[in-house]
């Protein structure tokens, strides 16, 4: 099996993240790469600006222009590490010196080996702001709710009798494109957030 990455264009992931990520909606996309198994689209991974300033400021409050999050990955075969490829392949296409957030949802089971083999800094576990709810045997996260028009989650679930989960923290995880200078200029803005230690534990794949 031959695996490439090559950047592409947002339409090209539209469909895989409709279908296949569990967040089943479309993020703001600046970057999009796709991962090809012999010719074949078989995963990829987008990235953008932070969904709130807030985000950029926690990870590099002296710079935020610099951030950027990894907001969607999905892979859709079984071949060893294709993730970890997709996502390392993905890193040194991006431009030079941006600063990279993405998040590994306990809610789902994830710890993040994925970014631990593509070797982002660990910056500790961080408490979600929105809880999800449970309706008629299925999960909404409140952003899919606004989607649909609910406006108030919180009044929403209270009418319909939606049930409240309690909110698992996400463990956060950091990268600096560029090599030498282009890291070690940046490195001391963000160093504050880093630990040293990898979380370990069963993690889970989401397979729609």
Known sequence: MLLKVESIQKHEVADLILTRHYAKRLP?????????????????????????????KSVCPTNT??????????????????????????????????VIVSYADGA???????????????????????????????????????????NNPVEWAKSVGAEKLPTIPKHRYVFITGKGTQVRNILPSIKWILTKEYPKGDTSRHTP
């Open 65 to 98: 222009k610099l951030v950027y999050e990894l907001n969607r990955l999905v892979v859709i075969t079984k071949t060893k590490n294709a993730a970890s490829f997709l996502v390392g392949s993905a890193l040194r296409l991006l431009p030079k010196g941006l």
């Open 28 to 56: 703001q996309i600046i970057f999009s790469f796709g991962l090809y198994e012999d010719n074949v689209l078989v995963g990829c991974v987008t990235f953008g600006k932070p969904s709130t300033p807030q985000v950029a």
């Open 108 to 150: 789902f089971g994830h710890v993040g080996y994925v970014y631990q083999a593509t070797n982002f800094y660990y910056a500790g576990f961080i408490k979600a702001h929105d809880s999800e709810y449970i309706y008629e045997g299925k999960k909404y996260h409140p952003r899919v709710l606004n989607h649909l028009g609910i």
